[in-house]
T-cell receptor, first 112, second 108 residues
Framework: EADIYQTPRYLVIGTGKKITLECSQTMGHDKMYWYQQDPGMELHLIHYSYGVNSTEKGDLSSESTVSRIRTEHFPLTLESARPSHTSQYLC???????????FGQGTRLTVV | AQRVTQPEKLLSVFKGAPVELKCNYS??????LFWYVQYSRQRLQLLLRHISRESIKGFTADLNKGETSFHLKKPFAQEEDSAMYYCALIPGNTPLVFGKGTRLSVIA
């Protein structure tokens, strides 16, 4: 079934650890995004990609990095997790020429 | 710079009452506007977009370019409408810009 998948759904990790949040989509979309949803439920764009080997930073300053080696895969990496990174991370995708953006279920990250 | 403003963080209405979630935007070009909804423990999903001019789950939204508004309305609120609602804008060939969201609570 065409969908967008995020793993893990929940993650509790210690300060200083390196983590990668996985995001894959089987919808054939060329555009992918990462949004951070803060405790107040506001959404902030942190990274996006319009195609393979193309990534851009979003509006919110983030210490994370992303890669886009394959069209369907857009992982987000935190080299050294901090409590301030505690948040819900939403991956999304869309197709060029079409406006609707599809979201994954999200990864809820807690850094202790 | 493009911006989306949702002035209400929380809106509580009684079941059967009319609902209006406010959204104002700032964008110099021709806007593409959307309403997204997030129900409890569900993923964020598109509710409606201005260009389709359709009614989804009884909700409608009309783009008013003069007032730069895109308010979401429903004549009779239902309990299942309780959710987080986001107004969003696509400014040209850049990603969605979201408002801060409004939590709608429908009281039985």
């Amino acid at each position: 079934e065409a969908d967008i998948y995020q793993t893990p759904r929940y993650l509790v990790i210690g300060t200083g650890k390196k983590i990668t949040l996985e995001c894959s989509q089987t919808m054939g979309h060329d555009k992918m995004y990462w949004y951070q949803q803060d405790p107040g439920m506001e959404l902030h764009l942190i990274h996006y990609s319009y195609g393979v080997n193309s990534t851009e930073k979003g509006d919110l300053s983030s210490e994370s990095t992303v890669s886009r080696i394959r069209t369907e895969h857009f992982p987000l990496t935190l080299e050294s997790a901090r409590p301030s990174h505690t948040s819900q991370y939403l991956c999304a995708s869309s197709e060029s020429g079409r406006m609707e953006v599809f979201f994954g279920q999200g990864t809820r990250l807690t850094v202790v | 710079a493009q911006r989306v403003t949702q002035p209400e963080k929380l809106l509580s209405v009684f079941k059967g009452a009319p609902v209006e979630l406010k959204c104002n935007y700032s964008y110099s070009g021709s806007p593409e506007l959307f309403w997204y909804v997030q129900y409890s423990r569900q993923r964020l999903q598109l509710l409606l977009r201005h260009i389709s001019r359709e009614s989804i789950k009884g909700f409608t939204a009309d783009l008013n370019k003069g007032e730069t508004s895109f308010h979401l309305k429903k004549p009779f609120a239902q309990e299942e409408d309780s959710a987080m609602y986001y107004c969003a804008l696509i400014p040209g060939n850049t990603p969605l810009v979201f408002g801060k969201g409004t939590r709608l609570s429908v009281i039985a």
